[in-house]
Each structure stands twice: as C-alpha cells, then as structure tokens.
C-alpha cells in the first residue's frame, strides 16, 4: 500500500500557510524596517501590511468568483459539476501566487531550503494538539501536529514499511519537511540532552524525513514558487488546484512504482530489497481534509479518507460537498476495509477526526 497525505489542514491541525508566511515577513521586516511613525508617506517596508493586502486581494478575488459562476453550490449534484468549480478556482489561485512573487515576500531567503526547513521545524508543536498550550507557552510554536500523526507514521512507513508521499499546494516543500521533522521534538524533551546528542538525534531524523517523498511547491533563491517535480506540462507553473494536486499524486505513485520496481531488479542481483511490497501492489490511499483533496479522494484506487476534525462532519465543507454529490462517507470504524485495489469506478470513502481514530478502526489492517 502507497500511503498520500496532504499536508495543510490533514497533517497538521489548521492550515500553515499563516504561519509561514509570517516567517518570511518577519524575515523581510528585519531586512528592511519600516519607515518612523513620523514618516508622511506610505512605504514599502511595511510587510505586514503588504502581507495583509495579499490576502484581501485574494480573499475578494476567490468570493467574486464564486458568487458569479454557475451552476451554484446547492445545484451542482454531479462529479463532473463539481470537478469544473474546483478546476476553475486555479485562475484565482494562481493570481495570488504571482502577487506572492512580484511582492518578493520570499526574495533574499537564501539558502531557501535550509532556512525554511528550520522554520517550519521550529514552528511545530512536535506532538499532538494535546500538547498545544505547553508547547505554545514554551517555544511560541504555530504548527500543531493532527493527534496521531507520529504514531500513524511510524504503524504504515516503519513498521509495515509502506511507502509515504505528501501532496500539497503549499509553497514551500522544504516547510513541509521542517514540520514533519519537528514531531521528533517532543521525544528529545523527556530527558536532558547535551548539544552533541541533540545534533545527532536531529541529523538521524532528517535523514528519516528524507525517505518520505513530498511533491509540492518549492521557492527558489530569487523567490519564485515553482513546482518541486517534473510537471507534464506547464513545467514552472506552481501547483494550485484539484487538478494539480491528482497530477503531482501521480507523481508519487509513479515515483513509488519506479523505486519498488527498481529494488526488485537489485534483489534479483542479490542485493537486498528494500521495504515497501512489490509494484504491482503499491495500491494508493488518498487523506486530505479539503475540497482541492476531493478529485484525489475519489480517484484513489485503495480508498480515500477525510480528515474532519474534532467538529466532525458537519464542520467539513468536503464532507458536504461529498454528500451533495450522493457519495456515501461512513466514519473509518464503521467503513469496511480498504484491501486490495477497487474493482469498479465507485470510490472507496471514510471520515475520521484524527490518525488515532484511523489506526483504532483497522480500515488499512486487510492491506498490503
């Protein structure tokens, strides 16, 4: 089983893109302070200002577009209706990434990578919401783990050995993994560490983080955001849509498929495998929270799950959007076992609040 997490809003508990776009504006405020308060004209080294006008724009961008298409919400009842809506929300998006880009919100990070894999490991809580107050009042943290998370990991990648990809339209790759490997956090915090334990506990979760494969955005030295794989077309265009996020899955699996593929031709020369299951088996499982995870969801051929959240379905505009569509959505304990690859165009779905709630329910235990 091939397992594809998206990251905001799935992974972790909200979305991450505040937060990271927090850092880069406190990054660029210190680079070019604002001008004094005495100051009788506008400048542009304000950048919470210049932050906060991004997302007005896009904010007011994304609500006139959606009050003027058609078929509303409340009548588009087909996948096809649905697909079209979702699709059409990538002009928006990408307008608002360009804005992103001519501002130069992130210009002048370099190293990129290293700096916001730092970032985003030092924004994260490091374990589960349950730890969000301790973990806010000791390190101001912005990133709070979906409860489970640490564990469902360590279930499906270490010990069964699954293959894991995040999927997402978050700008920055490198933030990605910096948050995935701030989960460790909370393990170094249960006993003293001297400086040279840490740095080795931290250089062995890297390189644990390395072996989970991300396909997203990347920023780049002048600051462009750009995709971080091989797209078929638009190869620079930034990834921002329902139809972007089925492409880069495909990227995943067609990656996961090349490496399985690739240790069964070394075993065959006495080499040792490596852990995921043969090819042909790397059936995919798509959890994502939000509608640009719908057409991932139902296009996954081992199931889909939707992570709703504390607040349960009646919180979630994917559930809703998924029951408008006539699509059946039990909770993961009551959903039947995702075994083997669907064998007709029906969607294999199930909704839970956590990774706890996934593992306790064994909907993934008949996989392989």
Known sequence: MHIVLDFDGTITVDDTIGALAQFAVNFQQTRSPPAPATATTTTNHDWHARWQAIVDAYVAALRAHSDAYRPRAETRTQLAHELAYLRSLCTVEQASVQRIVAAGLFAGLAPVPDRLF????????????????EAEAETAAAVVLRPGFTDFLAETHERRGWPVSVVSINWSDAWIRGVLAGRHATRRKAGPQDKEQKEEEEEDDDEEEEHIRIFANTITDTGDIVPNFDRTTHKTKPIASCSDKVEATRAAEAAVMAAAF??????????????PAPAHNQHAVYIGDSPTDLE????????????AGDAGPDASKLLRALARLGYAVP???????FGGVRQDDQPRLAWARDFHEILASGILDAAS
């Open 262 to 275: 690739s240790g069964e031709c070394r075993h065959q020369n006495d080499h040792p495998p490596p852990a």
């Open 296 to 307: 991932c969801l139902v296009e996954a051929s081992g199931g889909g799950i939707v992570m």
């Open 331 to 337: 909770h993961v304990s009551d959903a039947p076992t």
């Open 118 to 133: 730092a970032a985003g490991r030092a924004a994260t809580a490091g374990g589960d919401a349950e730890e969000k107050a």
